[in-house]
């Protein structure tokens, strides 16, 4: 599954699918997004966001804790940025080459599910990309 998969079952992608070069990691990029989310919106929306710890979770030795970790609720493949509302904003960021990072099981068919439940749910080429995403959600909830 690509990132035209996503896009073809619904899911929106925010950022220039053609950028191709130099960008900061992926997870630089959150870290710039909740930062100024959290200054931004920081009664509210800053408040509420979260970011589940999936990825990366099974090494050496760490089965037995996986399935613990999975029965109490953790979900493979979560978005990156989550934010409850009666409409949750569920965003997958990427960087802005998106080509330069990797999909982790389960993510593209959370993303979709998502979708399919009524939720904003999206895909962020880069931080910039993620805001101008939050931009659309908040004007979406303030026109419900």
Same mark, same amino acid.
């Given at each position: ?9 619904? %899911?929106?992608? +925010?950022?220039? !699918?053609? +950028?191709?070069?130099?960008?900061? %990691?992926? &997870? ?5 997004? *909740? ?8 009664? !509210?929306?800053?408040?509420? =966001? ?27 493949? =979560?978005?990156? $940025?989550?934010?409850? &509302?009666? %409409?949750? *904003? %569920? ?7 998106? !080509? ?8 593209? #068919? +959370?993303? $979709? ?6 939720? *904003?749910?999206?895909? =962020?080429?880069?931080?910039?990309? &993620?805001?101008? =995403?939050? #931009? ?9």
């Amino acid at each position: 599954m690509r990132l035209s998969d996503v896009q073809n079952a619904g %899911v929106r992608v +925010y950022g220039d !699918t053609s +950028y191709r070069g130099a960008c900061p %990691v992926e &997870a630089m990029e959150q870290i710039t997004f *909740f930062a100024r989310l959290r200054q931004d919106h920081p009664d !509210t929306w800053g408040k509420l =966001a979260l970011h589940p710890r999936n990825e990366q979770q099974l090494r050496g030795g760490q089965h037995r804790g996986l399935i613990r970790q999975r029965a109490e609720g953790m979900t493979p493949g =979560a978005a990156d $940025i989550i934010i409850p &509302a009666r %409409v949750a *904003f %569920v965003c997958e960021m990427k960087r802005r080459d998106h !080509t330069k990072s990797a999909w982790q099981d389960g993510q593209r #068919e +959370y993303l $979709i599910a998502a979708h399919d439940a009524e939720a *904003f749910a999206c895909v =962020a080429l880069g931080c910039d990309a &993620a805001w101008d =995403a939050l #931009e659309d959600w908040i004007a979406i909830l303030d026109g419900c």
